[in-house]
């Protein structure tokens, strides 16, 4: 069974700090790898990652793949309260029918 | 682009009665959909996938005569909970899958709060 595991499970910090949020995972035929935020309802779509060591950058966002550890890291700097929120880690298997497997998500919260 | 709409927001019903929640992709066409449920500090669960035309497939677990699935076009599916039990309580949440390059990412609606009383 496939099974992400995100960590920390909940992060507070001030504002202007630089976070770094963990995501591992086992899955068979692994495909690829999606960050989420999901601030009230929707999650919202933040990177795709399908090969190793290649930086995805977004604005103050960053994420990368790490194959042989079976992770991945979303990093955000300069903290904004707009960033609070909890951080969706979702993997695809290669079974052709493009199902995610979720974890439980990081709550972040920024204290202005 | 890619924006999904789902409807309505929040329902609230009596046990006994059957429920229907629409995901609509607006801006594409989605031949795959997703409908999830989230608990409380969970995260989302696949119920079933939905593609256009055929039946859905269900997760393990999921009832499938009381999960109506329908996909009726490439910009709707629906989820239909029939005969509603305060168990049923949940958020319930659609996506849906693009056809093109980018099809293994899945756009979310903005969820479905039910509360069977």
């Known amino acids: 069974e496939d099974k992400v595991v995100q960590s920390p ?14 995501c591992s995972y086992e899955v068979t035929n692994f495909r690829s790898l999606l960050w989420y935020k999901q601030e009230k309802k929707a999650p919202t779509f933040l990177f795709m990652l399908t090969s190793s060591g290649i930086e995805k950058k977004s604005g103050r966002l960053s994420s990368i793949l790490d194959k042989k550890e079976l992770s991945s890291i979303l990093n955000i700097t300069a903290t ?15 079974f052709g029918n493009e199902k995610l497997t979720f974890g439980t998500g990081t709550r972040l919260t920024i204290i202005p | ?13 009596k046990s006994g009665t059957s429920v229907k929640i629409e995901c609509r992709s607006l801006d594409f066409q989605a031949t795959t959909m997703f409908w999830y449920r989230q608990f409380p500090k969970q995260s989302l669960m696949l119920m079933a996938t939905s593609n256009e035309g055929s039946k ?9 005569d009381k999960f109506l699935i329908n996909h009726a076009s490439l910009t709707l599916s629906t989820l239909t909970v029939t005969s509603a039990h305060p168990e049923d309580s949940s958020f319930y949440i659609c996506s849906a899958a693009t056809s093109g390059s980018t099809k293994n990412i899945q756009y979310f609606g903005a969820g479905t709060r039910l509360s069977v009383l």
């Open chain 2, 1 to 13: 682009g890619a924006v999904v709409s789902q409807h309505p927001s929040r329902v609230i019903c």
């Open chain 2, 56 to 64: 859905a497939t269900y997760e393990q677990g999921v009832e499938k």
């Open chain 1, 9 to 22: 499970l909940s992060l507070v910090v001030h504002e202007g700090d630089t976070v770094t949020l963990n």
């Open chain 1, 80 to 94: 904004q309260t707009g960033d609070s929120a909890i951080y969706l880690c979702a993997v695809e298997g290669y």
